[in-house]
């Protein structure tokens, strides 16, 4: 067997070997996108639950500040009330005494309903903080042996890649680039054996013109049947 296809050989067994580590890679990342998933979920309820927070209190603060207006309306129509003699001021005078009366009755009414809704929201969001902890704190040890289990198989990857690429030198740049070429398509075996007048992968018969090539040169050429490429066994 000609030198280049026995490291060719070795080359695609780390390549499956890579693949295999890659798959395992790939697997962790539904796991943790779970992870990260039921924490984005637990984190957007608590956004939210503070936006509502936040836009009560605002109201809150709106519905005070007019309180604060009618209550100082109130008092000063109470005051000329207190200095104005005639019958017909003192009338109008009470009509707007009244009016700012009701006003502030109806806003305090307003306050009261508001202040309500901003008690149970702060208390719905302190139950989404508590979630959101509880979650994470939940997630810690999922998180950590993922994160392990990551970093192991990476140092794997790593550790291959690299033994792989050492090999790969001592093949011809031009037969690398086919073999690279079918393993990135078929992400399987790309270099097949020549079994007596076929094609071990697909059967296909070869010329004997090609097979007489294959066995004289060693070199491995590309089976027109399946794409893969075959080397002559000696």
Same mark, same amino acid.
């Given at each position: 067997m000609h030198q280049e296809v026995e490291v060719l050989l070795e080359v695609q067994r780390d390549d499956a070997a890579i693949f295999e580590l890659e798959d395992k890679l790939a697997a962790l990342a539904p796991r943790m996108a779970a992870l990260e998933a039921d924490t984005k979920r637990a984190e957007r309820a608590l956004d939210e639950a503070r936006a509502s927070l936040a836009a009560e209190e605002k109201r809150q603060r709106d519905a005070q500040f007019r309180i604060d207006q009618h209550r100082e309306l109130l008092r000063r129509n109470e005051e000329v009330m207190n200095v104005i003699t005639s019958p017909r001021e /003192?009338?109008?005078?009470? !009509?707007?005494?009244?009016? /700012?009366?009701?006003?502030? !009755?109806?806003d305090e009414r307003d306050m009261a309903s508001i202040h309500s809704r901003v008690e149970d929201l702060r208390k719905y969001v302190a139950e989404r903080a508590a979630v959101v902890d509880s979650t994470r704190a939940a997630q810690g040890d999922a998180r950590a042996t993922l994160e392990a289990d990551r970093a192991g198989i990476q140092g794997q990857l790593d550790a291959a890649m690299a033994d792989r690429n050492k090999k790969a030198v001592r093949v011809s740049r031009s037969l690398l680039a086919r073999y690279d070429r079918i393993q990135r398509r078929q992400r399987s075996v790309a270099l097949f054996a020549l079994r007596g007048q076929s094609c071990s992968h697909c059967d296909t018969l070869i010329p004997m013109q090609r097979r007489n090539v294959m066995v004289g040169s060693g070199t491995p050429e590309v089976c027109e049947g399946c794409g893969v490429l075959l080397y002559a066994v000696e």
């Open positions: /003192a009338a109008a005078a009470m !009509a707007q005494t009244d009016q /700012a009366k009701r006003m502030l !009755a109806d």
